[in-house]
């Protein structure tokens, strides 16, 4: 089986890149592992579900623009499909309504 995956070290030039999407982005229901990293006059503060479409369609701006560098500079962008992210997940010992 070929290897789909090589990292040499920290200093060869980047020749491949995966670039995420925005899209359908959430901010994640508040809990220990997340509650304390949000800055207490943030407006994210105490709401969870979609992010607001203003905030969604400006990180996809600046994502597209980061993806114009690096094919410029000739690295290979690959930007994958979105996800759901406001699909619950779970294990047997845990849940939560985002992923």
Same mark, same amino acid.
């Given at each position: 089986?070929?290897?789909?995956?090589?990292?040499? @070290?920290?200093?060869?030039? $980047?020749?491949?890149?995966?670039? #995420?999407?925005?899209? @359908?982005?959430?901010?994640?229901?508040?809990?220990?592992?997340?509650?304390?990293?949000?800055?207490?006059?943030?407006?994210?503060?105490?709401?969870?579900?979609?992010?607001?479409?203003?905030?969604?369609?400006? #990180? %996809?701006?600046? $994502?597209?623009?980061?993806?114009?560098?690096?094919?410029?500079?000739?690295?290979?962008?690959?930007?994958?499909?979105?996800?759901?992210? %406001?699909?619950?997940? #779970?294990?047997?010992?845990?849940? %939560?309504?985002?992923?």
């Amino acid at each position: 089986m070929a290897k789909i995956v090589s990292s040499w @070290n920290d200093w060869d030039p $980047l020749k491949r890149v995966i670039v #995420g999407r925005c899209d @359908n982005s959430v901010i994640p229901p508040e809990e220990p592992a997340t509650s304390e990293k949000v800055p207490v006059d943030s407006e994210m503060r105490g709401i969870w579900g979609l992010r607001p479409s203003d905030t969604v369609a400006r #990180g %996809n701006e600046c $994502l597209e623009n980061l993806v114009k560098i690096l094919e410029d500079r000739g690295v290979v962008v690959d930007r994958p499909t979105p996800l759901q992210w %406001n699909q619950a997940i #779970g294990t047997p010992d845990f849940r %939560n309504d985002s992923m």
